[in-house]
């Protein structure tokens, strides 16, 4: 038995869930991919998958061995790779996980540009703000918010997350401008709280060098950043958004900024991988995509796209 191609088969079938499917990916008949398979079920002597008349899914043994297969075909892609990185293009999968805002709103309305220019790299992308564990879920790269914590993994600085305090012009006819932070103890929010841990996000001022926290009362929280933003623009109160998100509604006039003189905090946007993927071409070429993307983006420090 051939346990590398054991290993590619394993994974397809894995992942399409089906062993005609993956057979006819891979370019091979389908009683070759069921027959490598029960081979490799033999040779490790525990079941990969469970079968049923409709489905195929992975058993316990079968989950925790196909992390283990990802992680040991992708290195095996990175380090053929690396020896023909100035001769073809860099090929290969890439799995990533991006904030979902950022996702959405920025990154992947570029991604066909990343993928015309490297037609051989395969992506599979998700999506969430909850903390992904990169060597124990196979993930090549994220793109967080904030400082790094784990020591264990590489960060690369790509731009800046600005937030901005904004209201409607309703809201603040009807309520008044706060002119100091200490004026928004008579004002109302919109707030957000995190859906994993329910935690309402508090706003936060730079005042004369440093962070000022404050927690706003108010009538309604969400979870959600499109109705967050919608219920300021209806005049249910003041929320802190990101700029990007803002700024055109701060052009059309539809918000205005609030307390122009105490920004609110800004967090690093980083990529962020393992080390041993440093050395990936596959990586290494998303990577400075990206670093290039955010350092164009007009819409990411608000300015007014290019003409």
Same mark, same amino acid.
């Given at each position: ?55 195929l899914s992975l058993t316990a043994d079968g989950a925790a061995y196909y992390e283990h297969c990802v992680r040991i075909l ?26 979902? *805002?950022? /996702?959405?709103? !920025?990154?992947?309305?570029? =991604? $066909? ?9 395969? #992506? ?81 001022f730079i005042v004369d060098g440093r962070t000022v926290v404050v927690k706003m009362r108010g009538k309604i929280a969400v ?9 300021? *623009?209806? /005049?249910?109160? !003041?929320?802190?958004?990101? =700029? $990007? ?9 539809? #918000? ?52």
């Amino acid at each position: 038995m051939d346990r590398l191609q054991a290993m590619k088969v394993f994974t397809r079938v894995a992942e399409v869930g089906s062993f005609s499917r993956a057979a006819d990916m891979l370019a091979i008949p389908k009683a070759s991919a069921t027959t490598i398979i029960q081979q490799l079920e033999a040779h490790l002597d525990i079941r990969l998958l469970q079968r049923t008349t409709r489905r195929l899914s992975l058993t316990a043994d079968g989950a925790a061995y196909y992390e283990h297969c990802v992680r040991i075909l992708g290195d095996i892609d990175a380090v053929e790779s690396s020896f023909h990185v100035n001769t073809r293009q860099p090929r290969g999968k890439l799995r990533l996980d991006f904030p979902a *805002l950022l /996702g959405r709103e !920025l990154l992947m309305p570029a =991604l $066909f540009e990343f993928q015309e220019r490297y037609p051989e790299i395969e #992506l599979m992308v998700g999506m969430s703000d909850k903390p992904v564990d990169l060597i124990q879920e196979s993930v090549d790269c994220v793109i967080r918010i904030g400082e790094l914590q784990d020591s264990t993994l590489v960060a690369r600085r790509l731009g800046e997350h600005l937030m901005v305090t904004v209201a409607s012009p309703a809201y603040l006819e009807r309520c008044g401008v706060p002119q100091t932070t200490d004026d928004l103890q008579h004002h109302t929010a919109v707030n957000y709280f995190w859906g994993r841990t329910g935690r309402i996000m508090d706003m936060t001022f730079i005042v004369d060098g440093r962070t000022v926290v404050v927690k706003m009362r108010g009538k309604i929280a969400v979870n959600d950043t499109a109705v967050y933003m919608s219920g300021c *623009l209806r /005049g249910l109160g !003041l929320v802190q958004a990101p =700029l $990007f998100m803002a700024a055109p509604h701060l052009r059309s006039g539809a #918000l205005v900024e609030v307390l122009p003189q105490h920004k609110p905090l800004s967090m690093p946007i980083s990529a962020v991988y393992p080390h041993n993927r440093h050395l990936s071409p596959t990586l290494r070429v998303f990577v400075d995509w990206a670093v290039e993307l955010f350092d164009n983006n007009d819409m990411l420090y608000g300015r007014e796209p290019a003409q």
